[in-house]
């Protein structure tokens, strides 16, 4: 006898409390990675700028999520990047990851949200995308390579953060 799939669980306020708190995990990873990039001196012109304008975007976004989530907030980790943020061809390659994976991980996570959630949401996830857009660019990548992005999950995002090197934690 087959058995139906489980369908997901409604959105509900203890979801949400958990994929805010992904997402606050991966708000404090890019925060972090810039910060850090920006520290080094390695970056240098509008490489640099961008470091510094997103770096700045990244700040705005933990404190939001923090502000959402209030003594829920999870712990800011500490994060080991190594060369990435040591070398300007580094940061880049990394940072296209970084953001990418940001975007679509947002979007993954999108129809598992209420609908209040959800448009907090939909405001980050738009500014992150000019985020990739930017970074691609700079990276002699197409901003926009595909008409849609497809959401992944978070178990997804985490595997591809780590085995780009980018979620290590010290």
């Keep these: 006898m087959r058995h139906a799939a489980a369908a997901p669980a409604a959105p509900s306020a203890a979801q949400d409390q958990q994929i805010l708190n992904f997402a606050l995990l991966l708000e404090y990873l890019q925060e972090g990675f810039y910060s850090d990039a ?13 470091a510094e304008v997103v770096g700045e975007h990244e700040r705005a976004h933990v404190a939001y999520l923090q502000k959402a ?36 991980a947002y979007n993954g996570q999108a129809a598992n949200l209420t609908r209040p959630v959800l448009a907090a949401a939909a405001e980050i996830v738009s500014v992150e995308g000019r985020h990739a857009a930017w970074i691609s660019d700079l990276a002699g990548r197409a901003p926009a390579p595909r008409a849609a992005d497809v959401g992944i999950s978070a178990g997804e995002a985490l595997r591809i953060l780590r085995s780009a090197g980018l979620l290590k934690t010290r």
Excluded: I, M, Y
Excluded at 86 to 98: K, P
């Design 38 to 50: 920006v520290k080094s001196g390695a970056l240098k012109g509008e490489v640099r700028h961008f």
């Design 69 to 104: 989530l209030g003594a829920r907030a999870r712990q800011r980790p500490t994060f080991a990047f190594g060369d990435k943020t040591q070398h300007e061809r580094s940061f880049v390659d990394a940072a296209v990851v970084l953001e990418n994976v940001g975007v679509v």
